[in-house]
C-alpha cells in the first residue's frame, strides 16, 4: 500500500512522467504516392489503384507507416485529379470503388495506414454542384464565388477584380449561361467554393464522415490557405490586390499581392471544423486516432496557427515547407541550422514537428540539391524529431525526368510559353516509379505510358538497388530502423552548424545512447571535434549509418573529437556508452 501511495504522490508533484501511448503519428515515415506514375496493372500507361495495393508490400519493406495518395476521385483530369466532379467516386481510370476497399483492407493486414487527399477549395466545372449551380438553383446557386463583374465607358464588360490565377491570367471566368464570372484560383476549370456558404461546409464535412466510414486514417488537405477570398461589401463587390513591382506581366500569378485571396483569418478555423468532425468519429467508432496533415504554403507564424489555439485543436501535421521552400543548392549549414530551429522554436507547446524536401509539385531533390546530396537528405529527414514525409521514388534517388515541350501535360506549364515551361513544369517529378531495369523500367506493360519513363530508370530502380549495399534505397531501410531507436524516436534534439560546411543534429535520451548526425554540404574534405561542438558527450563513438561516400565502415570506433567527413558525406555516430 505505501509503494502505491508513493507512486500516486509521484505523479501528482509532477516528479514521474506518465505518458499514454505516442500517437502512431508523432514520430511516423510518411509516404506520397502519386498514383498515375506509381505502378500500372492494366496495361493502359496510367497508375492505378491496383498498382498500390499490388506495391503495398514494398511500403512495408522499407519502414513506411503511412501513405498519402495524390487524388484519384473521378475528374476529367485538367488538373490530373485536383479536378474533381465527383468527391464519393474513384475515377475509371484508376478502378473502381471495389479497388479502393481491397487496398484499404490489404493496408489494414500490412498495418500500413491510408491517407486520402482531400480538395476542399475547388470543384471541377463538370461537377452536378457547379453545374446547378451556373444554372441558378436556389440550393446551389451560392455553392461558388460569382460577380457579375462590371461594364467599362467603352461597353466592354471586365472581370470583377485583378486577381490572378496561380495557372496565369485572370482568376474570373466569364459563365455565358449564368452571364457571370466565377472565381477560380487555379485553373479556369477548377471553380472555387463558396466556404462563407454554411451549406457548402457541411456538404464538405459530410465528404469527410464518407470516406471515413471507408476506413481511411486521415487526410491531406490540399491548398488549404486558398479557401477563403475577403469578404465582399455590401455591394457584393471585392477590392483589387496591390501591385506588385517585380513583374509587369498582369498574367502572371505574382503581378498583385495577395492580401485578400489567400490567408484569410477565417481558414484556420475550417481546419478546427473538420478535426472535430474526425474526433467525434473516433469517438462513435474507436481506433487509432485520425489525422489532418494541411498544405499551406504560408509564412511560418501563419502555419502555425493550423495547429490550433488555446480553444480548439487543429491539424496535427501542418506541413512544413520550410526547407522544401528556402534550402537551395548553396545554402550552408547556418542556414539549414536556422530554418530547422526556427520551426522547432515556433512551434507551440506539445506540439509535433514535421520535415518535408519533396513532393509532386517540386522539383526531385536529386535535381535541385545534387544527385550527391540524395542520401544526406533522406538521412537528415529521418534523424530529426518528429515525422517525416517523403515523396515516393526518393528513396531510390529518383531525379527529374527530361520531359519535352511536345509530351508536357502540365496546365501550370502549358498555359505559358514554350521557351520556358521547364521553369514552370511539375511533370518532371511526376514521371513513373522506377522498379526495375525492364522495359518502361517495370511500372507497366504498355508501350507507352503518360509521361516519359525517365531516360535513368536502368541504374536507379529498386531491383538494382536492393541489390547494392549501399545504395540510396538500403541507406533508406536502414534510417527506419535506426528510427525506431528509443532515442530517435523519442529523445530530444539540438541542431547545430558546425560551420558554413557541416550541420550536426545530437539525438538523446536519458538512460539511453547519444546519436549524432553529420552531414557535410559541399564538396571539400572536412574534420569535426564534436566536444566542442556539443556539452558533456561520450568520449567515443561509432558509425551506426555510413553511405558510399563514407571510408569507415558500420561499427568502427571514433573519438568525439575527429571526425573526418568526405565531400557530401552524410554519417550517424551512436555512442559507445548510455548517457
Known amino acids: 500500500m505505501t509503494s502505491w501511495l508513493s507512486l500516486f504522490l509521484l505523479i501528482g508533484l509532477g516528479l514521474l512522467a506518465v505518458d499514454a501511448a505516442t500517437p502512431w503519428w508523432k514520430t511516423a515515415s510518411f509516404y506520397q504516392i502519386y498514383p498515375r506514375s506509381f505502378k500500372d496493372t492494366d496495361g493502359d500507361g496510367i497508375g492505378d489503384l491496383n498498382g498500390v495495393t499490388e506495391k503495398l508490400e514494398y511500403l512495408k519493406e522499407i519502414g513506411v507507416t503511412a501513405t498519402w495518395l495524390s487524388p484519384f476521385l473521378k475528374s476529367p483530369m485538367a488538373d490530373f485529379g485536383y479536378d474533381i466532379s465527383d468527391f464519393k467516386e474513384v475515377d475509371p481510370l484508376f478502378g473502381d470503388m471495389e479497388d479502393f476497399e481491397n487496398m484499404v483492407a490489404r493496408a489494414k493486414e500490412l498495418n500500413v495506414k491510408i491517407i486520402l487527399d482531400f480538395v476542399p477549395n475547388h470543384s471541377s466545372d463538370e461537377c452536378d454542384w457547379f453545374i446547378r449551380s451556373a444554372a441558378g438553383e436556389e440550393k446551389y446557386k451560392d455553392y461558388y464565388i460569382w460577380h457579375p463583374g462590371f461594364v467599362d465607358a467603352n461597353g466592354q464588360r471586365r472581370p470583377p477584380t485583378n486577381w490572378v490565377s496561380v495557372f496565369r491570367g485572370s482568376a474570373w471566368e466569364w459563365h455565358e449561361g449564368r452571364q457571370e464570372y466565377y472565381l477560380h484560383q487555379f485553373h479556369k476549370k477548377q471553380p472555387d467554393f463558396n466556404f462563407r456558404n454554411p451549406v457548402v461546409r457541411e456538404e464538405m464535412n459530410n465528404v469527410l464522415r464518407f470516406w471515413l466510414e471507408k476506413g481511411v486514417d486521415g487526410f491531406r488537405v490540399d491548398a488549404i490557405y486558398h479557401a477563403f477570398e475577403i469578404e465582399a461589401d455590401a455591394n457584393g463587390n471585392y477590392p483589387d490586390e496591390p501591385r506588385n513591382d517585380w513583374t509587369n506581366d498582369p498574367d502572371e500569378y505574382g503581378y498583385t499581392h495577395k492580401i485578400y485571396t489567400v490567408d484569410q483569418p477565417e481558414t484556420p478555423h475550417l481546419v478546427f471544423e473538420w478535426r472535430e468532425i474526425l474526433e467525434q468519429f473516433q469517438a462513435d467508432n474507436g481506433g487509432e486516432e485520425r489525422i489532418l496533415m494541411v498544405e499551406t504554403w504560408s509564412p511560418i507564424e501563419i502555419v502555425m496557427d493550423y495547429y490550433g489555439n488555446s480553444t480548439a485543436d487543429g491539424a496535427q501535421i501542418p506541413f512544413n515547407f520550410q526547407l522544401i521552400s528556402n534550402l537551395h543548392y548553396d545554402s550552408d549549414a547556418y542556414h539549414y541550422e536556422y530554418l530547422i530551429n526556427n520551426w522547432l522554436n515556433l512551434m507551440p507547446e506539445g506540439k509535433s514537428a514535421n520535415w518535408v524536401i519533396g513532393n509532386h509539385d517540386k522539383n526531385r531533390v536529386g535535381s535541385r540539391f545534387g544527385a550527391d546530396r540524395v542520401d544526406l537528405f533522406n538521412i537528415l529527414l529521418l534523424t530529426l524529431p518528429g515525422c517525416?514525409?517523403?515523396?515516393?521514388?526518393?528513396?531510390?534517388?529518383?531525379?527529374?525526368?527530361?520531359?519535352?515541350?511536345?509530351?508536357?501535360?502540365?496546365?501550370?506549364?502549358?498555359?505559358?510559353?514554350?521557351?520556358?515551361?521547364?521553369?514552370?513544369?511539375?511533370?518532371?517529378?511526376?514521371?513513373?516509379?522506377?522498379?526495375?531495369?525492364?522495359?518502361?523500367?517495370?511500372f507497366t506493360t504498355a508501350s507507352s505510358t503518360w509521361l516519359p519513363v525517365g531516360e535513368d530508370y536502368a541504374q536507379r530502380n529498386v531491383k538494382t538497388e536492393r541489390g547494392v549495399a549501399l545504395s540510396h534505397l538500403n541507406i533508406f531501410k536502414r534510417l527506419q530502423q535506426l528510427r525506431k531507436e528509443p532515442t530517435i524516436e523519442e529523445g530530444s534534439a539540438e541542431i547545430k552548424a558546425v560551420s558554413n560546411y557541416v550541420l550536426a543534429v545530437k539525438r538523446y535520451l536519458s538512460g539511453d545512447y547519444v546519436y549524432i548526425s553529420l552531414f557535410n554540404i559541399f564538396d571539400t574534405i572536412e574534420n569535426v571535434d564534436l566536444t566542442k561542438v556539443f556539452g558533456g558527450l561520450p568520449a567515443n563513438f561509432q558509425y551506426a549509418l555510413v553511405t558510399d561516400k563514407s571510408i569507415k565502415r558500420v561499427g568502427d570506433k571514433i573519438s568525439a573529437s575527429s571526425v573526418t567527413l568526405m565531400p557530401h558525406e552524410a554519417i550517424v555516430l551512436r555512442s559507445t556508452t548510455t548517457v
Not at 391 to 410: A, K, P
Not at 421 to 431: E, G, I, L, Q
Request: proline share 5%; net charge negative; aromatic share 10%.
Open 388 to 442: 517525416s514525409i517523403t515523396y515516393n521514388g526518393e528513396e531510390i534517388g529518383m531525379l527529374d525526368g527530361y520531359v519535352s515541350w511536345e509530351d508536357t501535360v502540365d496546365p501550370q506549364a502549358c498555359n505559358g510559353y514554350e521557351s520556358n515551361y521547364m521553369d514552370n513544369s511539375r511533370d518532371p517529378a511526376r514521371t513513373p516509379m522506377h522498379w526495375s531495369d525492364e522495359k518502361m523500367a517495370g
